[in-house]
């Protein structure tokens, strides 16, 4: 799990409520990453921003917001317009486009559940 | 575009024996390709990676893949399985050239069953 770091580990909330999950990285990595993993399926990207103060939608960015303030940090929002949030979110970063294979690296996890 | 197949949901080996997890790719340009293994209830660990060259690769704790541009695969490989390799195993491909955002893009997950 390196130099980033994900809080709380793991998150209960209430339906129609917002919450916001935590994402830092000590590694001066430029890109970082949300992604949405459920049970027995693969990764999903949320969001993902290149460099501070700009983010992108990914591919199932409905319910979801981000911001980009500053380089190590890159908060997730959880809105109750995000229908089915139970799941494990993932943070990753990476040193960006200045890097050739630009690998990602994966913080440890967040499980929020809905009750 | 770019996709990934790993078309394997689960893969039993013995302890001892060799192990093998498949993953093909689909890209327009030239691929990069990755291994990740999960544990339970923890975030992704790089195994390796392909960028050019070799066609065989080594990574952590043993690991090794091999690229074949004819086959389109990238199949995760270890001539010993232990035990404690027993985990979830994602191959990830980006396009070299045609992927304007960097974006990974993940396949489904292999669970791999190692048994005493």
């Known amino acids: 799990d390196g130099g980033i770091t994900q809080s709380p580990k793991y998150l209960f909330r209430k339906e129609g409520q917002n919450v916001t999950l935590s994402c830092e990285q000590n590694?001066?990595?430029?890109?970082m990453y949300w992604y949405r993993q459920d049970p027995g399926q693969g990764l999903r990207l949320i969001y993902y921003s290149q460099i501070v103060n700009d983010f992108q939608k990914g591919d199932i960015a409905e319910g979801y917001s981000v911001s980009r303030e500053k380089k190590e940090s890159f908060p997730l929002t959880v809105t109750s317009a995000q229908k089915n949030p139970t799941a494990f979110y993932l943070c990753a970063s990476s040193p960006g486009l200045a890097d050739g294979t630009d690998t990602q690296y994966f913080g440890p996890g967040t499980r929020l559940t809905v009750l | 575009a770019q996709s990934v197949a790993q078309p394997e949901d689960q893969v039993n080996v013995a302890e001892g024996n060799p192990l093998t997890v498949k993953c093909t790719y689909s890209?327009?340009?030239?691929?990069?390709l990755f291994w990740y293994v999960q544990y339970p209830n923890r975030g992704l660990q790089f195994l390796l990676k392909y960028i050019t060259g070799d066609n065989l690769v080594k990574g952590s704790y043993g690991f090794e893949a091999e690229f074949n541009k004819s086959q389109t695969s990238f199949h995760l490989k270890k001539p010993s399985a232990l035990v404690s390799d027993s985990a979830l195993y994602f191959c990830?491909?980006?396009?070299?050239?045609?992927?304007?955002?960097?974006?990974?893009?993940f396949g489904g997950g292999t669970r791999l069953m190692v048994k005493p």
């Open positions: 990830a491909v980006r396009d070299m050239w045609n992927n304007a955002g960097n974006m990974l893009t």
């Open positions: 890209v327009s340009g030239n691929p990069y």
């Open positions: 590694l001066n990595h430029d890109a």
